[in-house]
């Protein structure tokens, strides 16, 4: 079993739909949660970071942990064509280390 | 403020062959992590350096190595190469490397092993 699942998709929704993207682990000692989105060709780049339970908002972008249940979520709001990407979570146990999620590729329909 | 680089972008090699690549991290940084990433595995950390010193290893074979120069830039070795390593290798740079520092990665090099 791997430290992180988190479903691959491919997640396709309208443009403007909230969008639910969901990471679940294992390892209690991850402290450090964070979301990187990847586009076609490119390296990831990191949307929210946070390290504690509860919510984080950030525009469009709202990153849920919840410690207690070892499951972290992303949420996108009114999403847009632009969005369309691959989204990963990531944890570190403080270690500098960094332990990805296998992503979830996301379409968003214009 | 320019961001990671990664040279080459795109390389082929043959089994058996020997391969390395670098990584110039952005301006200031001094922590320099190595990223493997394939379909079937994602992401998986290899190793990370700071101050031209290896801090953390993950769980991959000796034939991957790594070194960091003193100004910053690494570079990666991937010596007898398998058919196994053909991936994006992903260069990412942080100020200091602390936990709560921000990860910053490159475009990759995509290694091509036939």
């Known amino acids: 079993q791997k430290e992180v699942e988190q479903d691959p998709g491919p997640l396709s929704v309208p443009e403007g739909a909230i969008v639910s993207l969901n990471c679940t682990y294992s390892?209690?000692?991850?402290?450090?949660f964070m979301w990187y989105r990847q586009y076609s060709r490119k390296g990831p780049e990191l949307l929210m970071y946070?390290?504690?339970?509860g919510n984080k908002e950030d525009g469009r972008f709202t990153a849920q942990v919840d410690k207690s249940s070892k499951y972290i979520s992303l949420f996108i709001r009114d999403s847009q064509p632009s969005d369309s990407a691959t989204y990963l979570c990531a944890m570190s146990t403080g270690r500098r280390a960094l332990t990805f999620g296998s992503g979830t590729r996301l379409q968003v329909q214009p | 403020k320019a961001g990671v680089t990664q040279t080459p972008r795109y390389l082929i090699k043959t089994r058996g062959q020997q391969v390395t690549l670098s990584c110039s991290p952005i301006?200031?940084?001094?922590?320099v992590s190595w990223y493997q990433q394939t379909p079937g595995q994602g992401l998986q950390f290899l190793f990370e350096?700071?101050?031209?010193?290896?801090?953390n290893k993950g769980n991959f074979p000796g034939r991957f190595s790594g070194r960091q120069f003193s100004n910053s830039r690494s570079e990666m070795n991937v010596s007898t190469l398998e058919l196994g390593d053909s991936a994006l290798y992903l260069c990412?740079?942080?100020?200091?490397?602390?936990?709560?520092?921000?990860?910053?990665f490159g475009p990759g090099t995509r290694l091509t092993v036939l």
């Open positions: 350096y700071f101050s031209e010193t290896q801090r």
């Open positions: 990412a740079s942080s100020f200091s490397g602390t936990s709560t520092d921000t990860q910053y």
């Open positions: 390892n209690s000692a991850f402290q450090y």
């Open positions: 946070t390290y504690s339970s």
């Open positions: 301006s200031g940084h001094r922590s």
